[in-house]
C-alpha cells in the first residue's frame, strides 16, 4: 500500500490510497465461503447452497465491510507516517479511471498549528464587589415580595390592593371575545391591565358597580379590537390589602433556617450573595480573557468540528424547547442560527487545551473536590451533592473541564494588563 498527500484549502488534505486489489478479493472470497458453510437460501439446506448464489446474495454487503476495514488500516498507517493529526472524519472515494484499480481518496481536515500570541496585550476588567448591609436588606426585601398575601378590608381600593372583579364589555353595544370575566383578580398599579381600566377601579369598594368607556390602543395583540372604544360594566366582589411578612424567626424558619432566626438568615443570605458575586465575576473575566485569546491568536477552525458542535447545540435547543412544551415537528432550527456560536466554542477549545498542553496545566485532584463542594453548598444536603458528582465519571469530568479552565484563565491574568474596578453588587448583576 503506497500513499500520496495534498494539501487543500486551509486545514484540508487528500490522501490517495492504492489498497492491494487482489488482497481484497481474496479477503472478500475466504468470508463468503465461511458464510457459505451456514446461510440459508430458498430452497437449499444451510450450507448447501451454491457458492455463485451465495456470492450474488451477500457478496456487495462482504466486499463493502473489508473495503472499509482495508480503508480504515491504510488510511491509519499513511496518517502516522505523515505525523498528521486528523480532525473529525475522512470521507472516502474510489479514484476514477482507467488504470485506478484500488485507489481510494481520503479527504479530511488536520488540527491547526496554534501559535499564542503576546498576551500581554489582552486587558481585563475584573470586578471587586463587596457583600454589604443593603444588598442583605434588599434580597430579604425580595424574598419577602415573593411571599406576599392578601388579606380582605373593607375600604375603597387603592394602590397596590388587589381588587376581585366581574366584568362584561362591549363594542358597539355588543360583547366581544375575551371581553367577559367572572371574580377576575386586578392588583392597582401593577399594570397587567389597560390603565384606563385599572383606573376606572381605584375607589371603588366591595359591592359597587361602575360603567365606564376604555379605548384599546392602536397596537393592541387582539387586532380585531385594536384602536376601538368598549364600555365595561364592572362589579367589585372584594378588596384585599397586600401584607408583608415581618422579618422574624417565623420568616427565617420558612426560609429553611431553623436554628440561629434572622441572625443565621441573614449570613445565610451574605454567604449566597458571595458564591453569586464570585461567579458572576469569573464569567465576567473569563469572556474578557477568552476574547482577548482569541484576538491576540487566530488561526483557522476544523469547519468538520463546527459541524459537529452545531449539531450538539441544536440537539440541546431541541431538548430545550420540547421540555418547554413545544412539539418537535413544530421547532424548525436552521444551522446559521448556531454557527458563530459553535465557531468560537471549538476555537476556545482547542486554544485553552494547547496553552494547558503547553504549560502543563492540569486540574488539581483537591481543586475539583473544592468545585464540587462549592457547587453543593446551594442544595439543601450538601453532602448528597458530593456524592451524586462522584457516582458518575462523566459528571466528575465536568468539574474537572471547570477546574482546567480556571486554571488556564488565571495563568492567562498573570501576564494581561488587570485593572480592578469597584463597584455595586447592583451594577455586578445589572440592576444598576
Not at 388579606?151 to 376581585?164: P, S
Request: charged letters at 30%; aromatic letters at 6%; zero cysteines.
Amino acid at each position: 500500500m503506497s500513499a500520496s498527500l495534498e494539501t487543500l484549502d486551509g486545514l484540508e488534505r487528500r490522501l490517495t490510497l492504492n489498497l492491494n486489489a487482489a488482497a481484497v478479493e481474496t479477503e472478500v472470497n475466504k468470508r463468503l465461503q465461511r458464510l457459505a458453510r451456514n446461510v440459508r437460501l430458498d430452497g437449499f439446506r444451510p450450507g448447501k447452497a451454491p457458492m455463485k448464489m451465495v456470492a450474488a446474495r451477500y457478496g456487495s454487503e462482504v466486499r463493502g465491510e473489508v473495503l472499509g476495514e482495508n480503508l480504515q488500516q491504510a488510511f491509519g498507517d499513511a496518517i502516522r507516517e505523515q505525523n498528521l493529526h486528523v480532525a473529525g472524519y475522512p470521507r472516502f472515494a474510489p479514484v476514477q479511471g482507467e488504470g485506478a484499480g484500488g485507489a481510494f481518496t481520503a479527504t479530511f481536515e488536520v488540527f491547526p498549528e496554534i501559535r499564542v500570541g503576546d498576551l500581554s496585550q489582552i486587558q481585563v476588567t475584573r470586578p471587586v464587589v463587596e457583600v454589604a448591609d443593603v444588598d442583605i436588606d434588599r434580597t430579604l426585601d425580595i424574598l419577602r415580595k415573593q411571599r406576599l398575601h392578601y388579606h380582605a378590608v373593607e375600604r375603597a381600593g387603592q394602590e397596590g390592593d388587589r381588587l376581585h372583579i366581574d366584568y362584561l364589555g362591549r363594542i358597539g353595544g355588543e360583547p366581544f371575545p375575551g371581553g367577559e370575566a367572572k371574580d377576575f383578580p386586578v392588583v392597582l398599579g401593577e399594570g397587567r391591565t389597560l390603565k384606563d381600566f385599572e383606573g376606572a377601579l381605584a375607589g371603588m369598594k366591595a359591592g359597587e358597580k361602575k360603567t365606564f368607556d376604555v379605548v384599546f390602543p392602536e397596537d393592541y395583540f387582539a387586532k380585531d379590537i385594536a384602536g376601538k372604544t368598549a364600555t365595561f360594566e364592572a362589579e367589585v366582589k372584594s378588596v384585599h390589602e397586600p401584607h408583608l411578612p415581618e422579618v422574624d424567626e417565623a420568616f427565617a424558619a420558612s426560609m429553611g433556617i431553623h436554628e440561629g432566626g434572622v441572625a443565621k438568615m441573614r449570613e445565610e443570605i451574605a454567604n449566597n450573595l458571595r458564591r453569586e458575586v464570585k461567579r458572576r465575576v469569573l464569567a465576567k473575566v473569563k469572556e474578557q480573557v477568552m476574547q482577548g485569546l482569541l484576538d491576540t491568536s487566530p488561526f483557522d477552525v476544523p469547519k468538520g468540528l463546527v459541524t459537529m458542535e452545531i449539531r450538539a447545540l441544536m440537539e440541546k435547543a431541541v431538548a430545550d424547547l420540547k421540555a418547554r412544551g413545544m412539539k418537535e415537528q413544530d421547532i424548525k432550527l436552521k444551522d446559521e442560527i448556531f454557527e458563530a456560536q459553535a465557531k468560537r466554542r471549538v476555537a476556545l477549545s482547542l486554544l485553552l487545551s494547547e496553552i494547558a498542553r503547553a504549560n502543563d496545566i492540569k486540574a488539581g485532584v483537591d481543586q475539583v473536590k473544592g468545585m464540587v463542594e462549592e457547587f453543593a453548598q446551594s442544595y439543601e444536603d450538601p453532602s448528597d451533592v458530593v456524592a451524586w458528582y462522584y457516582q458518575d465519571a462523566q459528571r466528575l469530568q465536568e468539574a474537572e473541564s471547570l477546574v482546567l479552565e480556571e486554571n488556564v484563565v488565571n495563568w492567562v491574568l498573570g501576564q494581561a494588563q488587570v485593572t480592578d474596578e469597584n463597584m455595586s453588587l447592583d451594577k455586578l448583576m445589572g440592576r444598576a
